[in-house]
């Protein structure tokens, strides 16, 4: 392709095509902001309320989730602290109303509501959302050289499915005898015969059910028909691949969950029986229902979903931490190809292994065996995924910028998390485990140090492309150190609770029976501490967030930071601005010569090749220039 | 379709909305509603598990043609093939230029499917009239759940086509091409309820 | 005007098949869509036929066990589903693509049929 001619724009080299390119926009936003009638100018409620723009749905899914999160977080803590401190009235309780802690005082029903929405609330309106809809939306189409995804209207009709399930959810709080409180796995006959707040809460699951199935369809249709010129499959950067299997997992696994919510619907409200047993006693008095019915049908129905769901609360954090590693240790993913096909081999398999939820069922050694099988197999793509992450650091030129310390964070954390799955998955182990705190604990580790801080990783890493404002490192350091050692304090006592014998979902923690009262009384006060540590580390963050946001919304960006201040070589960073153009993302679309991790390129100068550049970048002019340039975007 | 993202125009111009692209042979539409219909699959599967989940662990299990209408619920399955075909012939006649033509055979469809909906009405009624209840047994609880989604599905295809017969045949005037899309993706939707009604006729009413 | 991506990706392989062209390629001659319209049309009568069958089996296999009429039934459906399938919604000329997300969607949905009854069939001491 030959040299491209290179100018100096104030204090920065640029490309004098780029250089071009970024003084028309400027023409162009310009003449916008000054023009009434110029052809695009939006009302204010199409523009940010019914936005059609995947960035602006991505911010919004964004927010909206980091509230529910914050939200799940703080019922938590009202948990752990009874938990740590069971039958004690502390004042925060008072919130809640006299019916659920009279003299602030938590009472069993109502910590039941606060355990059952904490994890509704976390999984279906904080992590998913933000995972698949905040991250998946904004990014998927950039790093893909889209203009948008294949179907923007769908787009916003998801996000607004989605904020309503929320609401309705929220809503279900003030319903007479409080809000779901038969976990968040509904089992009947319990939650059949709950209280109103149960069926609001399946209503809720309706919509976030829709809202999911058709941003799925959306992501997909946008992924294999919207690449870019030259994007091939083995092209992608992993966190396409991640979004992209994550995407055919909701769009199969949803729909048998909704078939139950309506099944149980029908039980609650047209007084069916498909979950009921005939001569179900409640309270003493014999149900007048049909019969005939079986809870274990549910438990089929919701475990269908509810398995490839975790692997939809995984895999786009693989993604997220796959990028910023490439990114962090400025080499290429060692690996690449055993992780997609890994992934693919993992989503296949999570639609066969449920029913290892379901071991104490009374399941036969037949079935039981099976998904013992299926569920160790599964162990295997998680294992490569984990292992190639782990090799990929191996001679890495390593920075350690808050996205990758978090990132860096999220393997061993994950580790943790998936090692202790495997007693879980074994039939034998499991009946002393299941409805244990260890399977708390498994689980937390996974999503909490795992996918949670491939979440911050992922705010950090991309708030300068959103916002063309970098996040305060110091601040992001506090965050990350006080966050990992409390949440390390939280779950790992409880792998020790559960080996114990300490039940899961008891409002006192397990001081009301004898095997289990020791080990609660020496580790829950513990734990709830370090919640409040945990609280405490995310004030910080939220400062930083919401001071750079609105530093960023009101025109105040980073001056020297350029549109690609971490060096990355994917579609996102090299291609567009930041924040992006508002629209169509792309001058020209843009064409791809070379994989997504071009790091450390023998021969290049640069330590980095964007996908869509054709040639390695030659020197400047005047040599010497550019490798300082280079060099100044690894201090940055 | 040429690959540029116009900036500057009110409506961002998608790649592939309209024409195929190259190396999948498909348009995005026809992508998005057969990966939609995947997912209708996997939720009347879930019903048809629930059934025989359900069957299986019954003491007794009423017979449908005990006390269904055979009779009206085979008329309705030969309406609901007669509407499979007219939405095809509407949409083949799209293809041929003739909106004339192809909103008469929508029509049809739409009358069609009322006529389904207005059968299954006197069903239901009848059911209710005869005091069978969702509530009275689980197969009556399974038949009207599967019945009641399908119709559900009956109606939203209603609402859609009526759309299409209205406000939005206006897409022919500078886009028939994109028209004719959106009338053979509805009209794969279509049929995949006309598959749902095919094995939920014998299922629930001849066994 | 070509698309820019032609030139890198592979083309479409078009391949008619009886009477039903591919339904993707946008420039059909009326002939071709007139010969599907006609198939259609015979598909038509062929399900309705099949309908008559159906209820005509019932009647016929009122003194056999419930098996078999539930796979008499189940493979008269599957018939006319496939002729649905097939020609209705034109899957006999389908892109690979599509093929390939309803295979998928075929083995999750044998999974969904079959693993929940076989839990049932192997309880616990059996």
Known sequence: ?636 | MDAHASVGHAELEIPYNVHPRPDTGVYNAKLGIWLFLASEVMLFGALFSSLILLRTGAESWPRGYEFLNVKLATFNTFILILSSVTVVMAWSHLRLGNLKKGRIYISATVLCALIFLVAKGFEYSHEFSEHRLPKTNNFLGIYFTMTGLHGLHILGGVIVFLYFLGPGAKMWAHDPERYTNRIEVVGLYWHFVDLVWIFLFPILYLM | MTDPAAAVEPGVDVHEHAGVGDPNAHHHSPEQIRAEMRVYLTVFFGLAALTAVTVGAFYALKGFPVRTAIIVALIIASIKGFLVAGFFMHLLSEKKVIYGVLILTVVFFIFLMTLPISHHANPFGS
């Open chain 1, 1 to 636: 392709m030959g040299l491209r001619r290179q100018i100096r724009v104030g204090s920065q080299w640029m490309y004098a095509d780029e250089a071009h390119r970024a003084l028309r926009e400027a023409l162009r936003v310009m003449d916008d902001e000054h023009s009434e009638h110029g052809g695009h100018h939006q009302p204010w409620i199409r523009r940010y309320v019914f936005s059609t723009d995947h960035k602006w749905i991505g911010i919004q899914y964004g927010f909206t989730a980091l509230c529910f999160l914050l939200l799940g977080f703080c019922l938590m803590i009202l948990m752990r602290l009874q938990l740590g401190w069971p039958g004690q009235p502390f004042a925060i309780m008072k919130l809640l109303g006299a019916t659920r802690a009279p003299g602030g005082i938590l009472l069993p029903e109502a910590y039941n509501q606060l355990g059952a929405m904490h994890g509704t609330i976390m999984i279906f309106l904080g992590i998913v959302p933000l995972a698949v809809g905040a991250f998946g939306n904004y990014l998927v189409p950039l790093q893909i050289g889209a203009p948008d995804m294949a179907f923007p209207k769908l787009n916003m009709a998801s996000y607004w499915c989605y904020l309503p399930g929320g609401l309705i959810m929220l809503a279900s709080f003030l319903a007479p005898g409080g809000t779901a409180q038969s976990g968040w796995t509904s089992y009947p006959p319990l939650s059949v015969i709950a209280s109103q707040g149960q069926t609001w809460w399946l209503i809720g699951m309706v919509f976030l059910i829709t809202s999911s199935l058709l941003g799925s369809v959306n992501f997909i249709v946008t992924i294999i028909q919207l690449r870019a010129k030259g994007l091939s499959y083995m092209r992608f950067p992993f966190f396409v691949h991640a979004q992209f299997v994550t995407s055919f997992l909701l769009l199969l696994a949803f729909p048998p969950l909704e078939a139950a919510a309506v099944l149980q619907l029908m039980d609650r409200l047209a007084g069916t029986s498909f979950f009921l047993p005939s001569g179900l006693v409640v309270s003493g008095q014999a149900l007048t229902n049909a019969g005939g019915g079986n809870p274990l049908l549910w438990q089929h129905l919701f475990w269908f979903l509810a398995h490839p769901e975790v692997y939809v609360l995984i895999l786009p954090a693989m993604g997220i931490v796959a990028e910023i590693i490439a990114n962090g240790t400025r080499k290429p993913l060692w690996g690449y190809k055993s992780m997609v096909f890994a992934t693919v081999f993992l989503g296949f398999m999570s639609f066969v292994v449920w029913a290892h939820h379901m071991f104490l069922t009374g399941m036969g050694t037949t079935i039981s065996a099976f998904f013992q099988t299926t569920t160790m197999i599964i162990s295997i793509p998680s294992v490569i995924i984990l292992s190639s992450l782990f090799i990929s650091l191996w001679g890495g030129s390593i920075r350690f910028t808050t996205p990758m310390l978090f990132a860096l964070a999220f393997l061993p954390m994950f580790g943790i998390g998936g090692l202790t799955g495997l007693p879980l998955g074994l039939a034998a182990a499991d009946i002393h485990l299941h409805d244990t705190y260890y399977v708390i604990g498994h689980f937390h580790y996974v999503v909490a140090p795992g996918t949670i801080f491939a979440m911050f990783a992922g705010i950090y890493y991309w708030f300068p492309k959103a916002t063309g404002r970098k996040l305060n490192e110091f601040w992001g350091r506090v965050h990350f150190w006080i966050s990992f050692v409390c949440i390390n304090g939280i779950f790992f006592p409880m792998f020790a609770q559960g080996l114990a014998g300490v039940s899961r979902r008891l409002y006192d923690g397990g001081m009301q029976y004898q095997h289990a009262k020791q080990i609660a009384a020496q580790t829950n006060p513990f734990m709830s501490i370090c919640a409040i540590g945990l609280l405490a580390a995310q004030v910080p963050f939220i400062f930083n967030f919401f001071y750079n946001a609105i530093a960023a919304a009101f025109g105040n960006r980073d001056e020297g930071l350029g549109s690609n201040p971490w060096g990355a070589t994917t579609m996102e960073w090299a291609a567009t601005t930041s924040p992006p153009l508002a629209h169509g993302n792309f001058e020209v679309l843009p064409v791809v010569y070379r994989g997504p991790y071009e790091y450390s390129v023998p021969g290049s100068e640069v330590d980095f090749i964007p996908q869509h550049q054709p040639a390695a970048i030659e020197p400047a002019p005047r040599g010497g220039l550019l490798p300082e340039k280079a060099v100044a975007m690894r201090e940055n």
